[in-house]
């Protein structure tokens, strides 16, 4: 059983910035790759960011890419994703999801992965 937690969400300004963060009590973090995905309202679950498990590898969207950063410590079992600059556009509930082993060239579909956390809410004013 894997319990993914995510938290760091809030109500913030168009053009302020957040940090999420998710951790996995009980999960070996170097065993798996780690992926944040969001839903906006009235939309699907869509892709954020992958990070391989290992290799420094991370992967963006092209709706984020310049203003969000996802990282990771493996020795502190948590990943991160530092958003800069958002937009109204980004409100959605933000997922964490953990896939055992390696990403794949498939990472950006959600049945890539084996866990998911419930999300955290991330508002941002206009």
């Known amino acids: 059983q894997v319990h993914v937690v995510e938290s760091g969400g809030g109500l913030v300004q168009a053009g302020g910035s957040l940090r999420l963060s998710c951790t996995a009590p009980?999960?070996?973090?170097?065993?798996?790759?780690m992926a944040w995905f969001r839903r906006a309202p009235g939309k699907d679950r869509e892709f954020v960011v992958a990070?391989?498990?290992?290799?420094?590898?991370?992967y963006y969207a092209a709706s984020v890419k310049g203003r969000f950063t996802g990282s990771r410590d493996n020795n502190k079992n948590t990943v991160y994703l530092q958003m800069n600059n958002l937009k109204p556009e980004d409100t959605a509930v933000y997922y964490c999801?953990?896939?055992?082993?390696?990403?794949?060239?498939?990472?950006?579909?959600?049945?890539?992965?084996?866990?998911w956390g419930q999300g955290t809410q991330v508002t941002v004013s206009s």
């Open positions: 999801a953990a896939r055992h082993g390696s990403l794949d060239f498939a990472y950006i579909r959600i049945f890539e992965y084996d866990y």
């Open positions: 009980g999960l070996t973090f170097s065993m798996y790759a």
């Open positions: 990070m391989d498990r290992s290799s420094g590898r991370t």
